[in-house]
């Protein structure tokens, strides 16, 4: 199984650090014994079709082999056993999802109230910490990086500081927004929503991990994020961070319309000032953080229409109702991460409220769905269409709260990542036609 | 504070050059307070830079704090903002590193104890040891979770105001520096095109 040089880099390239636990599978493989290898080639195989699978739902899961996988409380072991073949083994995966409240809900992936979850590469994170033969000095003393500021690596890095992925789930619920409203399709005027947004999204997922460096240290998600390791400075983030939020406002503010420049400086400030110190202070983060996820898409639709009429507030309604199943499940099995990190989350502090919520707000959806074409926003066959799978969150959403356990939480975060990009993509196939517009003329055919 | 390491490590690298093609001079490293034996004033505990080297450079994580330490190196013509500079993240470095150390270790005594207690109440029979924690359910253990959130909450509130406090801090010191330093840049370029 000898990778060939450029099959590796595109795996390097495609999947980053997966794609590095994947070269070092092989490179694993080609040392080890037959039968070993035949274990490990299919433990690979089944962890590159659920990335791929995950990546073309578009969103970014690494999966984490073991619930063990947790920060390190305990100092290690002086001598550093790779945990990834241990991991091969196990039975359970555990995906991991970008956090990303930055400028909306974690839209499509996962926006976490963990805010600021990233890939998580827990096992390559060992595996290139550790060398495998070498005396323990030098082994330490290899570990050590100048903190040398290199262009080739300056892309990269402020792709993870930017949280690109989830920026750009952010801005496909935006355009999901956009395309909502009920007024013809601006070119135009989409891409100038779309990429203010996106840099303003940026500008606050960056100062976001500014804030939090030694709380993404000490969690399993966030530790190989930029600023943790050392590979930007502060400054630099802080500079990257005001010239990605300068430009991304003014184009959103006399590009698109000043309201939706307005909701935009709103996001920034309510996910950097607001959500990320209240991570630390009150459950209440959660809410705002929801907020935060929700107003994207009303920006959509406000960079279309020019007033924040209802269909915006019932999508960002919907965005928000989502956000609820989707992080407190997520958040359920991570507790110990967040007591040990004294971050206040429901899952910790009120656990039946957590699950109550999550609940709660898996009925609302349905309530909403069935808002939609009252308020014009969709035809009626909108809440007709979207009842299954939202009954099926709903479900989900029941068991965990009545069996409030591990196995329960993790198929509802699952479900909660395929459940919004399908109900927006039948938002937008029922979206209701105007009268005069290019669809309901080409829906009316030859007999007008 | 140095960082908590546990004895034992008795090899250590030999005394670092003094002088660097970088001229760089000594520094005050952490491991000097503690009476680190291998500390000779230039280098972190088991790690030395290279003599080329005009950098900072950082290490792997601590295995208590899961922090990242970082070496800073020191130039010779150090102005006084690059010192204050340098000082503050030093400083700011060992505070973290002490808190978060300390808080895991917390974390991680408390949650032994907390297990070991209640697998006593459980079970008079039972041994505990550290196998013994997939006992308990997630149920059980949350109920430590949210115990030790609370007893630390206090605790947390002053470090996160600390921490933002010494974070901006670092980051406006990082500004005027980098600014002194392209003015430097300017001035000198300025008296080649004069001279």
Not at chain 1, 377 to 387: E, M
Not at chain 1, 416 to 441: F, I
Not at chain 2, 95 to 109: E, H, V
């Amino acid at each position: 199984m000898a990778a060939s040089p450029r099959s590796l880099s595109s795996r390097l390239l495609l999947t980053g650090r997966a794609g590095g636990c994947m070269w070092y599978l092989e490179r694993r493989a080609v040392q080890a014994p037959p039968r070993k290898f035949m274990r490990l080639f299919r433990n690979a195989s089944k962890e590159w079709i659920t990335f791929q699978h995950f990546r073309f739902l578009k969103r970014l899961y690494v999966t984490q082999l073991h619930s063990s996988l947790n920060q390190q409380v305990k100092p290690k072991p002086e001598a550093v056993v790779s945990p990834f073949l241990e991991n091969t083994s196990s039975v359970e995966a555990k995906a991991e999802m970008e956090a990303m409240r930055a400028h909306s809900p974690p839209g499509l992936t996962l926006p976490l109230k963990p805010r600021g979850e990233e890939l998580v590469e827990v096992a390559c994170a060992s595996v290139v910490e550790s060398p495998i033969d070498v005396g323990e000095t030098t082994k330490e003393e290899k570990q050590w990086t100048e903190m040398k500021l290199r262009m080739d690596d300056l892309p990269g890095a402020l792709a993870r500081l930017s949280k690109i992925k989830l920026t750009a789930l952010v801005v496909s619920t935006t355009a999901a927004g956009f395309a909502l409203a009920p007024v013809p399709f601006h070119w135009p005027c989409f891409l100038l929503t779309s990429l203010g947004t996106g840099l303003a999204s940026c500008a606050a997922n960056s100062i976001n991990q500014f804030f939090e460096v030694p709380f993404d240290s000490n969690m399993n998600r966030t530790k190989n994020r930029p600023l943790v390791r050392g590979q930007i400075s502060p400054l630099l983030a802080v500079s990257f961070a005001t010239c990605c939020a300068v430009p991304g406002v003014a184009l959103l503010t006399w590009g698109v319309n000043p309201l939706t420049g307005a909701l935009g400086v709103f996001n920034i400030f309510l996910y950097t000032c607001c959500y990320t110190p209240l991570k630390r202070i009150s459950i209440a983060n959660t809410w705002v953080g929801a907020v935060v996820g929700a107003i994207p898409p009303v920006m959509g639709w406000t960079a279309a229409t020019g007033s924040l009429d209802v269909g915006a507030l019932l999508l960002g309604g919907i965005l928000y109702s989502w956000q609820f199943p989707h992080f407190n499940a997520l958040s359920w099995g991570l507790r110990e991460d967040y007591s040990r990190g004294g971050y206040c989350m429901m899952s910790v502090t009120h656990p039946g409220l957590c699950r109550r919520v999550a609940l709660r707000h898996c009925l609302a959806l349905i309530a909403l769905s069935a808002a939609a074409p009252a308020l014009d926003v969709t035809s009626w066959a909108f809440p007709a269409i979207s009842l299954p799978i939202n009954l099926y969150i709903s479900y989900l959403a029941f068991r965990f709260y009545k069996d409030a356990d591990r196995k329960s939480s993790r198929k509802l975060f699952f479900c909660s990542l395929w459940h919004l990009p399908l109900l927006l993509l039948l938002l937008l196939t029922c979206k209701r036609r105007r009268a005069g517009s290019p669809e309901a003329e080409a829906e009316a055919g030859p007999a007008s | 504070m140095a960082a908590l390491r546990p004895g034992g490590r008795a090899l250590r690298p030999p005394l670092c050059r003094a002088v660097a093609d970088c001229g760089r001079r000594l520094g005050p490293e952490r491991g000097a307070e503690r009476g680190d034996a291998a500390s000779s004033g230039v280098c972190s505990p088991g790690f030395c830079p290279p003599r080329k080297s005009c950098h900072d450079w950082i290490g792997p994580p601590d295995k208590y704090s899961n922090l990242r330490p970082v070496h800073f190196y020191v130039p010779e013509n150090e102005s006084p903002v690059e010192q204050k500079l340098r000082e503050l993240r030093q400083e700011t470095q060992e505070w973290n590193q002490q808190f978060w150390a300390n808080q895991n270790l917390t974390f991680s005594k408390e949650k032994e104890e907390f297990i070991r207690s209640r697998l006593k109440t459980k079970g008079p029979g039972l041994k505990t040891d550290a196998g013994q924690k997939a006992a308990l359910t997630a149920d059980e253990m949350a109920d430590f979770y949210k115990e030790f959130l609370r007893k630390n909450f206090r605790k947390h509130m002053y470090y996160n105001r600390d921490w933002y406090r010494r974070n901006f801090t670092i980051t406006y010191f990082m500004g005027k520096v980098a600014l002194e330093r392209l003015w430097n840049k300017l001035a000198q370029k300025q008296a080649k095109r004069s001279g």
